[in-house]
């Protein structure tokens, strides 16, 4: 079931790219329907997980000679985020509605694969290739759709990505190159480098190793001082472009913290904990500040994501229960409410045919709908308790606040929380009060399809946690029992 | 008995074919033919005898190594008559020597692999390289070709020349021209004279394969050549020299520690340096030619490692580097046919015009840049594990890091295809034999991308008899 999710949007993709029309009436139509029913799927894989551990697992041979195979399994940690690509690939084909080229719904579908692949890959090398794959849909899907700097953006986001995903290819060799010596063999499988933990913990070149996976998802996610991509990218992508790298691609990086670094290196992780909580609580304050700054809608909330990831951060280099939980969950509900955002931008400057802030007044009194959403997903951004944002956040700080290490930098943080809640408040008071300066259409009834399950998420996730925790919970608990038994 | 048929059929083919040229009116098109069948014969006899062990006359070995440079040779000989297929009426001066120089281009490549003694290793090495000078000067009446093909007679007769030096020393220091007696020599402790001659014939191979620092006629040279040559230039010599070189290294080098470290050097060099340089680079011909000096650095690593896997890797490059860098020169040949400069200005908006062409030259792009799911992705991926189960982590990370390089310069030529507005408008009528073989290409740097095992097998087993495993 796991490879159909990942695979069948890779056919999809094929067949809307041998599919000859001129406009994309089939292409986004098929590309709906694909996705609609991986949705339900992936929906049903979430419902039946059974509570702890890895489920739904795969393994075929694929390059013997090298020690990698196909190992793909779901635990609580990656179901959420493939719920979360699937859904979020049928609100990004339902926001490019009026695209005409099937080209871009392809690269959805592609990127839907993909990304699908990263979160259940069990294999190294697996995940390396998804990882990598990743990057040449979403580069043509900026490059191509995007505004007006768009092949300047594309660019910087491909190379950025890149030297970091590099620099983990040779980590990922080196882990397989000293685990061997314990093992015996040389093997990818995540599992069977578990085993080595121990060993490769007692080596000099863990904190290199660590540093290898760790650049990489630093990037990715997008933690201070390697963050610089991401508003240009954000900015410049299109609406769906915007969803995806918000919503799952960042998610990429707070995953692969938790997975891999967590998981194969839970002494460096230890050891750099303090380095990593620093530059989260940077990424809190800078992200908050530089949010303040902006005169762009889009830039905006893109540098608002840098503050947010930065909860994720602190959480994970908390290295308590309640910090990844938190992570988790904070990951989850920015995936789901600054994929509103860009959704809610999107849609407006289409119809203002801008993204200067001063040049908006009275969104919400010339459009109830859409001001009143985008309204929910700023204040969602905020952390406003009863939204799913909260709790990531609150659950972060507080597992930061019983982890020696981090304590002292929760106060700092909550000065950045102090500020992205008046960045947020300004932005409702600039953007969406005031008198009504213009008549707009408001949302139809397909771009409203594109935002109800987000919205219903937001909320549901703020009111009832028990949608998600006992999932999260099913991963972290087997991860942190296996650490305790090493640190 | 099969190896000699395929050095026979070779051999003669090549005969046939130069002789018949003369007779045929317009006969492109049937040469190509010819010589093609002649090609998969010996593609389906290579398989078919592909765990052949023979000695012929004394000096020929037929082994599952010598057997996959026919392969491999043959399939880059294939490819390279159907490529010419598109120009072939215009040569000049008759296209008969073109395809009989493909065939003995194979030919002496496969006698360069399969050599028990440094005779006729050179031997074969000369006739791969003749081949390789007719080829890279067939558009005579153009000045870049006359002039890019006699740097690079001129520089190969140079390398060949310090290459037979090293041999001599390599005989006067050991007493043999005999591989096995130079193996034992080397294995008691390489005579001083016997280590210079050795690593002179690395300078000389180090030419043959482009590598930094003897890498100064390449651009030239390819950018002289047509597209078709080019692919060729870039293809079999490598495939010959690459292969060859590891022979040379298990039957008679051993290799000593100084030879592998110093070709180790010449491959750092080459990925870092060729990369840098295609940067710099907007005719793509000389873009693609720097990139092969980066290509053939990778390659390098793969074959100073050494041992089974690193050679297998090696293998591995050779083989997606022929089917991806083929077909990249293939797409220039069809954009000029149909009047595109090869340059990334004359590409603009080529996918507006040649949507088809476009999209099989991305592939091949991105195959070389690296992209997961094609087989350069692969092939970079085994060099990089090759160094590091031996433990090479320094080399390893500048090794990924100039791999950033590479998708900067082959996104660029995508960028400018695929992103740009056309210059000119009108839909491009593009050569469909071309389409078909890029087509064909592509559809292999898939199916080796994603299902390796087939192919990375028929390599280790080709070098663990090598290596006598």
Redesign the interface.
Same mark, same amino acid.
């Given at each position: 079931m796991v490879s159909l999710l990942i695979f069948v949007p890779f056919l999809a993709a094929l067949v809307i790219a041998l599919f000859e029309e001129e406009d994309a009436a089939f292409a986004k139509r098929f590309a709906l329907g694909v996705s609609g029913v991986l949705t339900l799927i992936a929906l049903g894989l979430y419902f039946r997980y059974p509570g702890e551990g890895f489920a739904y697992a795969e393994k075929l041979?694929? #390059?013997?000679? +090298?020690g990698a195979s196909y190992h793909v399994a779901l635990d609580g940690i990656a179901l959420p985020f493939v719920v979360l690509t699937a859904l979020l690939t049928v609100v990004s084909v339902l926001a490019s509605w009026r695209k005409k080229d099937r080209a871009f719904f392809a690269l959805l579908l592609l990127l839907e694969g993909a990304l699908t692949g990263v979160f259940a890959a069990l294999d190294l +090398?697996l995940f *390396? /290739? !998804?990882f990598?794959?990743v990057l /040449?849909p979403m580069? !043509?899907v900026i %490059? /191509?759709w995007g505004y007006e700097e768009r092949?300047y953006a594309a #660019?910087k986001f &491909?190379?950025y990505s &890149?030297?970091g995903s590099?620099?983990m290819? %040779?980590a990922i &060799?080196?882990t %397989?190159?000293y685990a061997s010596a314990e093992l015996g063999k *040389?093997t990818f499988d995540y599992l069977e480098l578990q085993k080595a933990v121990p060993s490769l913990a007692s080596l000099p /070149?863990a904190a290199w190793l660590f540093w290898g996976f760790a650049i990489a998802f630093l990037i990715k996610l997008p933690s201070f001082p390697v963050h610089t991509w991401l508003p240009h990218a954000h900015t410049q992508a299109p609406t769906a472009g915007s969803i995806f790298l918000a919503g799952v691609l960042l998610k990429m990086g707070g995953y692969g913290l938790i997975r891999f670094n967590l998981g194969l290196f839970p002494t460096e992780m230890k050891r750099f904990a303090a380095v990593l909580g620093v530059l989260a609580v940077i990424s809190i304050v800078y992200g908050a500040y530089v949010t303040l700054a902006q005169r762009d809608l889009k830039r905006l909330i893109a540098n608002s994501s840098v503050n947010h990831m930065g909860y994720v951060l602190l959480g994970i280099a908390s290295m308590t229960a309640i910090g990844l939980h938190g992570a988790v969950y904070q990951m989850v509900a920015h995936g789901v409410i600054t994929g509103l955002m860009f959704l809610m931008v999107g849609l407006l400057s289409e119809r203002t045919h801008t993204r200067e802030i001063g040049a908006m007044r009275g969104i919400y009194a010339s459009m109830p709908l859409l001001g009143g959403i985008f309204w929910l997903a700023l204040l969602g951004g905020l952390g406003l308790p009863g939204l799913a944002g909260f709790l990531g956040e609150f659950q972060s700080l507080w597992g930061a606040y019983l982890a020696e290490t981090t304590r002292w930098m929760v106060w700092l943080a909550l000065i950045g929380l102090l500020t992205l809640v008046g960045a947020m408040l300004w932005t409702v008071q600039r953007v969406l009060l005031g008198e009504k300066e213009k008549d707009y259409p408001d949302l139809d009834p397909i771009e409203l399809a594109a935002a109800a399950p987000l919205v219903v998420l937001a909320v549901l996730l703020g009111l009832v946690p028990a949608l998600l925790t006992p999932w999260i919970d099913g991963g972290i608990q087997p991860l942190l029992a296996f650490i305790r038994g090493l640190l | 008995m099969i190896t000699l048929t395929i050095v026979l059929l070779l051999a003669l083919g090549g005969l046939g074919v130069a002789l018949a040229a003369p007779l045929l009116k317009r006969g492109s098109g049937v040469l190509a033919g010819v010589t093609m069948a002649i090609f998969a014969l010996a593609m389906i006899l290579a398989v078919a005898g592909f765990n052949e062990r023979a000695l012929i006359f004394g000096s020929l070995e037929a082994s599952p190594l010598t057997a996959l440079a026919v392969l491999l040779l043959s399939a880059a000989g294939f490819f390279v008559a159907w490529g010419n297929l598109a120009r072939g009426e215009e040569l000049w001066g008759g296209p008969g020597e073109f395809f009989a120089f493909l065939l003995w281009g194979a030919l002496g490549g496969v006698l360069l692999v399969g050599s028990t003694n440094l005779l006729l290793f050179f031997l074969g090495l000369e006739l791969s390289a003749y081949a390789t000078y007719v080829l890279a000067a067939y558009d005579r009446d153009r000045k870049e070709s006359a002039e890019g093909a006699m740097k690079y007679l001129v520089l190969g007769a140079l390398s060949s020349a310090i290459l037979l030096y090293g041999f001599a020393l390599v005989y006067a220091g050991t007493g043999s021209m005999e591989f096995a007696a130079i193996r034992a020599a080397f294995l008691k402790g390489a005579p001083a004279l016997a280590l210079l001659g050795a690593l002179l014939a690395l300078v000389g191979l180090g030419f043959k394969l482009a590598l930094v620092p003897f890498h100064a006629w390449v651009p030239d040279a390819y950018q002289g050549a047509r597209p078709v040559a080019a692919a060729y230039l870039a293809s079999a010599p490598k495939i010959a020299v690459g292969l060859g070189l590891a022979a040379l290294f298990v039957r008679a080098f051993g290799p000593p520690d100084a030879v592998t470290q110093s070709l180790l050097v010449l491959a750092l060099f080459s990925f870092v340096f060729g990369n840098l340089w295609a940067l710099a680079q907007t005719n793509l011909k000389r873009l693609l030619a720097y990139s092969t000096i980066a290509h053939m650095g990778y390659l390098a690593l793969g074959l100073a490692i050494g041992g089974t896997f690193g050679y297998a890797a090696a293998g591995f490059y050779l083989l997606a580097y022929l089917i991806a860098g083929g077909a990249a020169f293939f797409a220039l040949e069809a954009a000029e046919a149909a009047g595109v400069p090869s340059t990334i200005e004359g590409w603009k908006g080529l996918f507006k015009r040649a949507p088809g062409l476009s999209v099989l030259a991305a592939i091949a792009f991105l195959s070389l840049a690296g992209v997961p799911g094609l087989a350069g992705f692969l092939a970079k991926l085994y060099v990089f594990a090759a160094s590091a189960k031996v433990g090479l982590f320094a080399v390893l990370v500048v090794a990924v890091l100039t791999t950033v390089l590479g998708y900067y310069y082959y996104f660029r030529v995508l960028q400018a295809a695929f992103l740009e507005a056309p210059k000119e408008e009108g839909r491009l009528s593009v050569n469909p034999s071309l389409l078909a073989l890029l087509f064909v290409l592509a559809g292999l740097s898939i199916l080796f991308g994603v299902w390796p095992a087939g192919a990375f097998s028929g390599l280790e087993q080709a070098f663990r008899v090598l290596i006598g495993l």
């Open positions: 041979p694929w #390059m013997p000679f +090298l +090398l *390396f /290739v !998804f990598e794959i /040449v580069y !043509f %490059a /191509v092949r #660019m &491909l190379l &890149l030297v590099v620099l290819l %040779a &060799l080196g %397989a190159y *040389f /070149v | -």
